[in-house]
């Protein structure tokens, strides 16, 4: 029998009270640590067999496909989603298990990093738009909490586990061989899912390019949604100026050497974890446009202090307030789209968001490294933070008061049975597919 989509979630166990959800989150955590072990794993095999011009095909190759979020987001929205996400678990198992046997030469291993980043963008909002269909609205500020952990884990757990295998014997043969275990874990867990019937009616389904057209005019259309996809490609681009800047903040002008670098740099992960931890309770019954507001704040906040920082111990400080206010950056925006999106978008608004945040990162380590190199680190971080806080006059007069259209727009929605982000507002058997 197939489990039926929960009416209400349960306000102190989340996860015990839900299994669909719990088994969601489960499998991306178990998946999100994988990948961390194979990005290490990766590094450390092509750095020094392959150089920088090999580091830079594989990161190339990694975020390329990433691109492609409103494309893989019409994949989302119009196919059974624990089908979809269980065959890209398997293929993701099968192209990293061959790259674990073979290890092949930078052109083959390229191309095998790229398909696994194809796998990796189609799953993604597939993930996220399952959030809203699992869980009541009044819960979804917690839910994105939970399930963001396993991103966080990435961070955090994933790259010490990689390195420790990469060190073992067998190397990255090793490493690789257990994020293909993952990924067979990861697609048993799914199992635990109800079968959900696609977001989009099987008589609307139209051509891939032309559904994802119908995605991104829906994105221009709908003042709100078009401010988050912006504000968050211009977040980023300010934020993942820490990835460029700290390394020359902590050597050449805190002079803390390597150990404080890493110090630094998990003190940004470990902020991320913790806020994640604490939005599991605090953030139910938040409003996710204040979650938003104060996640921004922090991060600012965070950058300008790093910019600011006469010695290690105040950067680690302003790395765990930048890594928390990052944190609940995601459980606000993943929210808030939660609510404005009808289901049957909210693949590919979610894909759309994807890529925002990807050309985001491109432009801050293109711009990020031409800053440090004129005006130095310090003055990188200060006018990063700085940007990180005007980006607050373009989300807030556009989130706190929705315009005319939007109005109606919601209304309309209402009347046709989709409300923030659920499809239909009444389970019915057609919602699940035996």
């Not at 059974?80 to 398997?90: H, I, K, P, S, V």
């Not at 963001?148 to 586990?161: D, E, F, H, S, Y």
């Not at 051509?207 to 221009?220: C, D, Q, Y």
């Amino acid at each position: 029998m197939v489990e039926p989509l929960p009416t209400r979630a349960s306000k102190t166990h989340l996860l015990s009270g839900n299994s669909a959800f719990r088994s969601l989150c489960a499998s991306r955590a178990v998946s999100f640590v994988g990948d961390g072990i194979t990005t290490t794993a990766l590094v450390l095999l092509v750095a020094p067999r392959d150089g920088p011009t090999g580091m830079g095909l594989l990161l190339g190759a990694n975020a390329l496909p990433r691109l492609g979020g409103p494309l893989a987001g019409v994949l989302a929205d119009r196919v059974r989603t624990r089908r979809l996400m269980m065959r890209c678990e398997l293929a993701s198992a099968l192209v990293i298990g061959l790259t674990a046997i073979t290890l092949p030469p930078l052109p083959c291993l390229t191309a095998l990093v790229a398909v696994a980043a194809i796998l990796a963008t189609i799953r993604n909002p597939a993930g996220r738009s399952l959030v809203a269909v699992l869980v009541a609205p009044a819960d979804r500020a917690p839910a994105n909490a939970l399930f963001g952990l396993g991103r966080t884990l990435t961070l955090t757990l994933g790259p010490g586990l990689g390195g420790l295998l990469g060190a073992a014997p067998g190397g990255a043969h090793t490493a690789l061989a257990v994020d293909t275990a993952t990924f067979l874990v990861s697609a048993f867990l799914l199992r635990g899912l109800p079968a959900i019937a696609p977001a989009r009616d099987p008589a609307a389904v139209t051509g891939v390019w032309a559904e994802a057209g119908e995605g991104l005019r829906h994105v221009v259309a709908n003042r709100r949604i078009l401010v988050l996809v912006l504000s968050l490609f211009m977040l980023v681009a300010f934020a993942a100026v820490d990835n460029v800047a700290l390394i020359f903040l902590t050597g050449d002008v805190i002079h803390a050497g390597p150990a404080g670098y890493g110090m630094a740099a998990s003190a940004f992960g470990a902020g991320m974890l913790m806020a994640s931890l604490a939005c599991t309770r605090l953030a139910r019954g938040r409003r996710p446009v204040a979650l938003l507001i104060v996640a921004v704040v922090a991060t600012g906040a965070g950058m300008i202090v790093n910019g600011l920082a006469p010695v290690l111990a105040v950067v680690v400080a302003a790395q765990l307030v930048a890594g928390a206010g990052n944190a609940v950056e995601n459980i606000g925006y993943d929210t808030v789209v939660q609510d404005l999106v009808p289901r049957p978008f909210l693949g590919r608004v979610f894909g759309t968001i994807g890529t925002a945040a990807q050309l985001g990162a491109a432009f801050a380590y293109t711009v990020g490294s031409f800053l440090v190199g004129v005006v130095g680190s310090r003055a990188t971080f200060v006018l990063a933070g700085t940007g990180t806080f005007l980006v607050l006059l373009l989300l807030i007069p556009a989130l706190i008061r929705p315009s005319r259209h939007e109005s109606a727009v919601r209304r309309r929605d209402h009347r046709d049975g989709y409300v923030s982000g659920r499809i239909p507002v009444h389970p019915c058997p057609s919602c699940i597919d035996p």
